[in-house]
């Protein structure tokens, strides 16, 4: 809640956080792990009218500020379809729906005193501890990314019952 409370003071439209720090502590959860500190924070959010990335640092600055001991990764989708050669996004969610595997395309956000909590491709995956591509990553190439991110980050050491289909 700390979290998403700092996230919420920035103030960012259309911000949601996802990827590790949702997926990671629901796979902890289910295996009866602590939750372990994150490698980053993964805040996502669209303003097509700030696409300078020094806003992105400027917004990390203001979190850092908050909450020291977080490691803030702050992006702005409108111009994350650059990096990731996509057509343009159009919302964070549109974003969040292509990230590499279907348990990743989580995100939690604070509106007002609720959470909510979107799953781009269902929980299925999630909860089920697979490992599957998510539709923007279903080819040769994405298949390879993803065993590659499994393997780098060390997945199946850290959760003995997750399942790869790749």
Same mark, same amino acid.
């Given at each position: 809640?700390?979290?998403?409370?700092?996230?919420?003071?920035?103030?960012?439209?259309?911000?949601?956080?996802?990827?590790?720090?949702?997926? +990671?502590?629901?796979?902890?959860?289910?295996?009866?792990?602590?939750?372990?500190?994150?490698?980053?924070?993964? $805040?996502?959010?669209?303003?097509?009218?700030?696409?300078?990335?020094?806003?992105?640092?400027?917004?990390?600055?203001?979190?850092?500020?908050?909450?020291?001991?977080?490691? &803030?990764?702050?992006? +702005?989708?409108?111009?994350?379809?650059?990096? +990731?050669?996509?057509?343009?996004?159009?919302?964070?969610?549109?974003?969040?729906?292509?990230?590499?595997?279907?348990?990743?395309? $989580?995100?939690?956000?604070?509106?007002?005193?609720?959470?909510?909590?979107?799953?781009?491709?269902?929980?299925?995956?999630?909860?089920?501890?697979?490992?599957?591509?998510?539709?923007?990553?279903?080819?040769?190439?994405?298949?390879?990314?993803?065993?590659?991110?499994?393997?780098?980050?060390? &997945?199946?050491?850290?959760?003995?019952?997750?399942?790869?289909?790749?």
């Amino acid at each position: 809640m700390e979290v998403l409370r700092a996230a919420a003071d920035l103030g960012l439209p259309d911000w949601w956080i996802g990827a590790g720090f949702v997926r +990671n502590r629901v796979w902890d959860a289910i295996s009866g792990r602590p939750v372990s500190p994150e490698r980053d924070v993964d $805040v996502a959010y669209f303003d097509p009218e700030r696409l300078d990335p020094r806003e992105d640092s400027r917004a990390e600055a203001r979190a850092t500020a908050a909450l020291p001991e977080v490691p &803030w990764e702050i992006r +702005n989708q409108a111009r994350m379809h650059l990096r +990731n050669g996509d057509q343009p996004y159009t919302s964070t969610l549109d974003a969040i729906s292509r990230w590499p595997e279907t348990a990743t395309c $989580v995100a939690v956000t604070l509106r007002g005193d609720s959470i909510r909590l979107v799953s781009c491709h269902g929980l299925t995956d999630l909860v089920g501890m697979v490992v599957r591509p998510s539709p923007a990553f279903d080819d040769a190439a994405g298949r390879a990314t993803v065993r590659h991110r499994v393997q780098a980050k060390g &997945w199946l050491d850290r959760w003995a019952g997750l399942r790869l289909e790749i």
